[in-house]
């Protein structure tokens, strides 16, 4: 039987290590293990393998021939790896070295980490069998929201059919099919991948929870529980299910899947392999290295995020080099580094079938009008076009209501009843969206009794827990265009001793300005959610001094807040006994 799947630490290095490591090629040893490893710099990443020749297991050293200084030479045989790419040179065409995955701890040092098992849908191997037409039928629904039909079973993939993601940030881009209700109330089971709204869209679920509160919901068992607001959402569902990694989840005698974790965020994101009469369908939803860059090739059916632009940075960041010119440039060169890995991801794990999904939204609110207008995304059709050319892959480019017949699909990919297309007329793009109902909920944090006492800042970042870093943030509430709004806070925030002087302090130090738009900001503190709403969300404008990525203090925020919220009960209590709060300006923002 299989076991879950668990993470080693294979070496540590400490922050002065990861500070001299050089570009290219460095060696490692663990002296405790006498194991020994490689490690590949290069400006946009770092990657990991144990040093053993994959032929016969000897060792590797410096590969003096390689002017480049990329690749490697094994003592035993010769044998040449590219540690830039994982792939042997010489032979040519001969193997992939596993990669490790790599992360970064609390204080900037390295750890490198292998899974065990790596292939977990190795075990208990099934062979395919032949498909019925008709029998395994996957239809797109919106964004990363897939409707499958498996034999007789329903399984539904992220389901975010209404409302916004990210606070108010994000929209959906495709307008759902008309019985979008009723395809989730039918299903058999859900899978959730992580916590992001664009995922786990509350709105969606208690509409779903509305008819069917016991609908068997699965997430994976990672370090922030996919559920972790629940309670506080007012969503009422009974049948959530946590699963391990890596062990097959039967269903029924043709039907099983399994959740896999993330090498770059493994606290929170998750992918998945469904398998139906031994055919596996891949869903890497937005992992940034799913599994650790280990996964199955040669699936029948492969889809993944595509898109980009999933960030805040670099389009609400402002000063120094963040010009409108060095946005653009910036913007158009990781789009393109993302099409290039998506197409290379493909080709080298060559499912039969590739689907990318999972970038659909749009920044439709009229207050987002520079965001919509300069976070560019990559065109499905461009990456299916660059796929095409290099492998024989086919793609399938998605519209709500689409249906991919799989049995007739592998069979004969050019059979016109493999790819079942809306029906002539039907709306595929949103044009409308019901921005108040949610725009209202947002607003209705402005005026809590919460912020008439000053003291809420200390009560909040206190609670938040992030202290001891040398950085000072200053936080200034907003309107609509992040001008300052009239009666609002705007106060310093000293992490190193978690205070909150008047003025910044006399000794060297970071500094951050954070605007943030004050109907997003209450929400998020009144109801104790991560950044990720306001940050994803574009509802920020940032400006830092020197221009450094503090990841311990974004991480923080965005990811390791407290599982429970603040006690704004007891916090409201100890000020009516402490006297009357200061003045505020209580007016709400415009709904449009």
């Given at each position: 039987h299989s076991t879950e799947q668990t993470t080693e630490i294979l070496l540590c290095l400490s922050p002065v290590e990861v500070a001299n490591l050089k570009e290219g090629i460095n060696f490692f040893r663990n002296k405790s293990t006498g194991k020994d490893y490689i490690l590949y710099k290069s400006k946009s990443r770092l990657r990991a393998c144990k040093n053993v020749c994959k032929h016969q297991g000897g060792l590797f050293i410096k590969d003096i021939e390689?002017?480049?200084?990329?690749?490697?030479?094994?003592?035993?045989?010769?044998?040449k790896l590219d540690v830039s790419t994982m792939k042997y040179i010489n032979p040519p065409e001969s193997f992939c070295q596993d990669e490790l995955v790599v992360e970064m701890d609390e204080?900037?040092?390295?750890?490198?980490?292998?899974?065990?098992?790596?292939?977990?849908?190795?075990?208990?191997?099934?062979?395919?069998?032949?498909?019925?037409?008709?029998?395994?039928?996957?239809?797109?629904?919106?964004?990363a929201c897939m409707d499958l039909k498996l034999g007789d079973k329903r399984m539904v993939f992220d389901p975010w059919l209404i409302g916004p993601a990210f606070a108010r940030g994000w929209w959906l881009l495709h307008e759902p099919p008309s019985d979008w209700l009723e395809r989730l109330c039918q299903a058999d089971l859900i899978y959730?991948?992580?916590?992001?709204?664009?995922?786990?869209?509350?709105?969606?679920?208690?509409?779903?929870?509305g008819r069917r509160p016991d609908i068997p919901i699965y997430v994976g068992n990672t370090e922030r529980p996919v559920f972790w607001n629940l309670n506080q959402s007012g969503v009422q569902l009974t049948n959530i299910n946590v699963v391990p990694f890596g062990i097959w989840q039967q269903v029924d005698k043709n039907l099983r899947f399994m959740i896999?974790?993330?090498?770059?965020?493994?606290?929170?994101?998750?992918?998945?392999?469904?398998?139906?009469?031994?055919?596996?369908i891949l869903n890497t939803v937005d992992c940034t290295r799913p599994n650790g860059g280990r996964l199955p090739t040669k699936v029948a059916l492969m889809m993944s995020d595509f898109a980009g632009g999933a960030s805040g940075f670099p389009m609400t960041f402002s000063g120094g080099k963040f010009t409108e010119e060095w946005k653009a440039q910036f913007i158009k060169t990781e789009r393109k580094k993302l099409l290039n890995y998506k197409a290379q991801l493909v080709k080298n794990l060559q499912?039969?079938?590739?689907?990318?999904?999972?970038?659909?939204?749009?920044?439709?609110?009229?207050s987002d009008k520079y965001i919509k207008e300069t976070n560019t995304k990559n065109d499905p059709k461009e990456l299916n076009n660059l796929i095409k050319k290099n492998s024989d892959v086919i793609t399938w480019t998605p519209r709500p209501g689409a249906t991919l017949d799989l049995g007739r699909m592998l069979k004969d990919p050019t059979d016109s009843?493999?790819?079942?297309?809306?029906?002539?007329?039907?709306?595929?793009?949103?044009?409308?969206?019901?921005?108040e109902p949610y725009l209202e909920i947002l607003n209705a944090a402005v005026g809590d009794?919460?912020?008439?006492?000053?003291?809420?800042?200390?009560?909040?970042?206190?609670?938040?827990?992030?202290?001891?870093?040398?950085?000072?943030?200053?936080?200034?509430?907003?309107?609509?265009?992040f001008n300052p709004f009239p009666g609002g806070y705007d106060y310093l925030v000293d992490f190193l001793d978690l205070s909150f002087p008047k003025e910044r302090p006399q000794r060297e130090h970071p500094y951050e300005e954070i605007r943030t738009r004050v109907d997003v900001i209450r929400h998020v503190v009144k109801n104790g959610l991560l950044w990720d709403e306001l940050y994803i969300g574009f509802q920020t404008r940032l400006q830092r001094?020197?221009?450094?990525?503090?990841?311990?203090?974004?991480?923080?925020?965005?990811?390791?807040?407290?599982?429970?919220?603040?006690?704004?009960?007891?916090?409201?209590?100890?000020?009516?006994?402490?006297?009357?709060?200061?003045?505020?300006?209580?007016?709400?923002?415009?709904?449009?």
């Open positions: 390689d002017l480049a200084g990329r690749s490697v030479r094994c003592t035993k045989h010769n044998w204080n900037n040092g390295l750890l490198l980490l292998e899974l065990n098992p790596p292939n977990p849908w190795d075990s208990e191997p099934r062979s395919p069998e032949e498909l019925d037409f008709g029998e395994v039928q996957i239809t797109y629904l919106t964004h959730i991948s992580h916590l992001h709204s664009d995922h786990l869209s509350y709105p969606t679920l208690k509409k779903l929870a896999l974790m993330d090498g770059v965020h493994p606290e929170m994101d998750t992918c998945i392999i469904v398998e139906y009469k031994g055919h596996k499912p039969r079938i590739y689907c990318p999904f999972a970038g659909y939204f749009v920044e439709s609110h009229p009843k493999g790819i079942i297309e809306p029906p002539e007329g039907t709306k595929i793009y949103k044009d409308s969206w019901d921005f009794e919460i912020f008439l006492h000053s003291s809420w800042i200390k009560e909040y970042f206190t609670w938040a827990g992030f202290k001891d870093y040398n950085l000072v943030v200053r936080m200034i509430e907003t309107d609509e265009d001094d020197p221009d450094i990525y503090h990841h311990l203090f974004w991480n923080h925020f965005q990811i390791k807040l407290p599982l429970t919220p603040p006690n704004w009960r007891s916090f409201l209590t100890c000020c009516e006994q402490n006297g009357p709060g200061i003045s505020q300006v209580r007016n709400i923002l415009p709904t449009k």
